[in-house]
């Protein structure tokens, strides 16, 4: 990879902050943007924009082949079997959202096991907390291993033939480590459950193939892999999402309308009620366009040795914590400083140029089983370097110095 070249295509990294060169380090957050997604949605609004599939106008064809294209790429992405097995959404929390109160309210009935983890982002918790709620079933986690992982014989002993559901991240956003998704798919399998991947962290970084996973639902965040806010994908078998019905009404996700009465269009028309998310879906499909450019096994073996790096570095400092396993790890670490807030640490960064995140990372179950209110995180993405790193290794060590000296 040529992360020169690579870099220049970011037309925000090239600033000054607090008067340093910026270093981003909160893409497990949302990455930056390269130049041809800015371009494809720019080119959209200034030649081809109009409402998709109903006009037979010119520009209502060009919006529509874009709009519909677009879904064509995520679904190449992912190697799924079919196009119509790709559902727009405004982003991965809106996806696990469907999946929660189409699939899983129509499918749970009391006492039916609904198998997750502490470890899970809070859009992969609380939709099942009320999906619990409304049907009865029970949350069952999986025990996780003091470094916040778990094994696949924990979670084969938490499911049962009650568990109807095993939903569970493929890359932590606070760990690092990428769940075992084949094993668990088999595992939840055997069980007759459906399996539901957050893959929010994941396909940024990684080759996803749900056909050879043979997951039956997945989401990703549009925003997380170079493309714009506010779109995201919702991965369905055709046959589950075919069963399921819509959670939104309205216009184009209907198939006939009388007074009193509606049925509704195939999937997945039936599920992108209203005018759909047009431009950010082209935005994405250009952002497929660009991160397949570099391949995504180039993307995953440069920021996984990125993510070593750091993690190598960071361990020399003393009195600084690193969350999470010390192998199978990705591109992120989570840590704090002895004796100073994380957002202290975040804020002194940030005086020189360094952009990391600072909270509890929509994940206050696992902050609480580490036994913390909140942690720094950097994260790291393919336009990242190892000198910037090191400059964040510099600034920690400045921090703690500076803390240091208050504290005495």
């Not at 939903?167 to 094993?183: D, F, Q, R, W, Y």
């Not at 043979?214 to 995201?232: N, Q, S, Y």
């Not at 990705?330 to 995140?357: C, K, M, Q």
């Amino acid at each position: 990879m040529n992360i020169h070249a690579i870099r220049e295509q970011f037309p925000i990294l090239h600033q000054q902050v607090n008067g340093h060169e910026l270093v981003y380090l909160d893409s497990a957050a949302s990455s930056q943007k390269p130049r041809s997604v800015i371009d494809a949605m720019r080119d959209y609004y200034e030649h081809s924009h109009a409402n998709v599939h109903r006009g037979v106008h010119t520009l209502g064809s060009r919006a529509t082949d874009a709009y519909e294209g677009a879904r064509a790429k995520v679904a190449t992405f992912l190697n799924a079997k079919d196009i119509r097995e790709i559902v727009f959404t405004r982003g991965a929390t809106a996806a696990i959202n469907l999946v929660a109160s189409s699939y899983a309210r129509a499918n749970c009935q009391p006492g039916d096991e609904i198998v997750l983890t502490a470890a899970e982002h809070h859009a992969n918790l609380i939709p099942w907390q009320q999906v619990a709620k409304a049907t009865g079933a029970i949350l069952k986690f999986i025990p996780l291993q003091p470094d916040g992982t778990f094994t696949l014989e924990d979670a084969a002993a938490t499911m049962s033939s009650k568990t109807k559901i095993v939903t569970v991240s493929h890359m932590s956003n606070v760990l690092g480590n990428v769940n075992p998704i084949k094993e668990l798919v088999q595992l939840a399998h055997e069980h007759g459950a459906v399996i539901v991947v957050d893959g929010a962290q994941s396909a940024p970084h990684h080759k996803v193939d749900v056909v050879q996973l043979d997951v039956d639902f997945f989401v990703l965040a549009g925003h997380k892999m170079c493309g714009p806010t506010g779109i995201g994908v919702l991965y369905g078998k055709q046959a589950l999402l075919a069963h399921m019905e819509p959670v939104e009404f309205g216009g184009d996700m209907i198939e006939f309308v009388d007074l009193h009465d509606a049925t509704w269009n195939e999937a997945p028309y039936r599920f992108e009620a209203g005018t759909p998310i047009i431009a950010e879906a082209i935005g994405l499909g250009a952002a497929i366009d660009f991160l397949e450019s570099i391949g995504m096994e180039e993307i995953n073996k440069y920021v996984t040795q990125l993510g070593n790096y750091a993690y190598e570095r960071l361990s020399e400092i003393d009195g600084l914590t690193i969350y999470g396993p010390t192998k199978n790890r990705s591109a992120l670490v989570t840590f704090n400083l002895d004796e100073v807030h994380p957002h202290d640490v975040a804020t002194v960064l940030d005086t020189y140029g360094i952009a990391v995140r600072a909270g509890h990372h929509c994940c206050q179950p696992l902050m609480r089983y580490f036994d913390v209110s909140s942690t720094a995180r950097a994260s790291f993405y393919l336009y990242n370097t190892e000198a910037e790193v090191d400059r964040l290794v510099d600034g920690l060590i400045q921090t703690k110095e500076f803390f240091g000296h208050a504290i005495r």
